[in-house]
């Protein structure tokens, strides 16, 4: 049984609009991640939480919002979409820092018009 | 910040050929190591993970190297089949980063054929 679910698998949004990509987890873990996969690269990290109603900065955070209202659920807000969103985006949770294996969702593809 | 470089992005190998794949780093502090699998269309599976104490490391047909002098982590396919056609990411975790973070090499995409 999937421990990582994404909502919804894909997507197509106009520019400016609003989007809401959501996460839910079951393994019961502290850390969850959002991460964009652009085609044929690999995966950047756009921003992560470690508890719940607390969200940190990744690594290209800028035009993206987080949410992570309880330790099972975490969102990614893109406010005004842009084509440059465009893009296949992973959540993922691990139970600790450090070393931990992240377990990845079956993704969300966005295609920004 | 870490930066992990992947080498080859695309790879064709015949059925029973090995495949090696190599991802190169920059934090000499990276302790975790691993190798995701993503086949077309999916999410990513982990192959292995390595720690820093580690240099050689079987799985299920393949074997990951790690030489830390060099920063230096490899993948390798013995007697690659069909089924092992799929994108291959290295990903590593450095002990000075804060969080889990993991920077990822940019994949090489594998194909093996009859």
């Known amino acids: 049984e999937a421990a990582v679910t994404q909502s919804p698998r894909s997507k197509v949004a106009v520019t400016g609009g609003k989007v809401t990509l959501s996460c839910h987890q079951t393994?019961?873990?502290?850390?969850m991640y959002w991460y964009r996969q652009d085609t044929g690269h690999g995966l950047r990290l756009i921003h992560y939480s470690y508890v719940a109603d607390s969200t940190e900065k990744g690594d290209i955070p800028d035009g993206y919002k987080a949410s992570r209202p309880s330790q099972e659920n975490f969102s990614l807000i893109l406010e005004l979409a842009s084509l440059s969103q465009t893009a296949v985006y992973f959540c993922?949770?691990?139970?600790?820092?450090?070393?931990?294996?992240?377990?990845f969702g079956p993704g969300t593809r966005l295609l920004v018009l | 910040g870490e930066q992990v470089e992947q080498r080859p992005p695309h790879l064709s190998v015949r059925e029973g050929d090995s495949a090696v794949i190599t991802c190169t780093y920059t934090d000499p502090n990276s302790y975790y190591f691993f190798w995701y699998k993503q086949e077309p269309g999916a999410s990513l599976q982990l192959l292995m993970k390595?720690?820093?104490?580690?240099e050689i490391n079987e799985g299920q047909g393949f074997t990951v190297l790690l030489n830390k002098k060099d920063k230096r982590l490899s993948l390798n396919l013995t007697a690659a089949h069909p089924g092992d056609s799929a994108a291959y990411f290295c990903?590593?975790?450095?002990?000075?980063?804060?969080?889990?973070?993991?920077?990822f090499g940019s994949g090489t995409r594998l194909q093996v054929y009859a």
């Open positions: 390595v720690f820093s104490s580690t």
């Open positions: 990903a590593v975790s450095a002990g000075t980063q804060v969080v889990g973070q993991l920077t």
């Open positions: 993922a949770s691990s139970e600790n820092r450090g070393g931990d294996t992240q377990y």
């Open positions: 393994n019961n873990h502290d850390y």
